[in-house]
């Protein structure tokens, strides 16, 4: 079974076609190695998370730690910003839903919590 670990010492590949999309199963196991908060939504086309923060400086911290990890991937997630909040949500488009990126996008956010 991937670790946690695992996906954030991961890089994101250029994934391009269908081929690359995880079936339901892979993307089930891969989701046990994430932490609590992390959900497969949308039939399996992405995975979603909700950050919770005691304020907005820190959400926006947050947010912009996120965007500069993702720029890093060339992999971006879609972002809901509020006040207390962020709702992150990663898939995969050029392959249709889910993909090994989205995952260690997933775990690469985790692990900004911890610095």
Request: hydrophobic share 45%; glycine share 6%; charged share 25%.
């Amino acid at each position: 079974m991937t670790t946690l670990a695992e996906l954030a010492a991961s890089r994101c590949m250029p994934l391009r076609g269908a081929e690359h999309q995880l079936s339901p199963e892979r993307a089930a196991d891969l989701s046990k190695a994430l932490p609590d908060g992390w959900r497969v939504v949308d039939d399996g086309a992405a995975i979603e998370k909700t950050f919770r923060f005691d304020d907005y400086y820190r959400t926006m911290a947050f947010v912009n730690a996120l965007a500069f990890m993702a720029h890093g991937e060339d992999h971006h997630p879609d972002l809901g910003v509020h006040y207390n909040r962020c709702v992150v949500r990663f898939s995969t488009h050029d392959v249709g839903g889910l993909s090994m990126n989205d995952f260690v996008c997933a775990a690469k956010a985790e692990a900004l919590l911890q610095r």
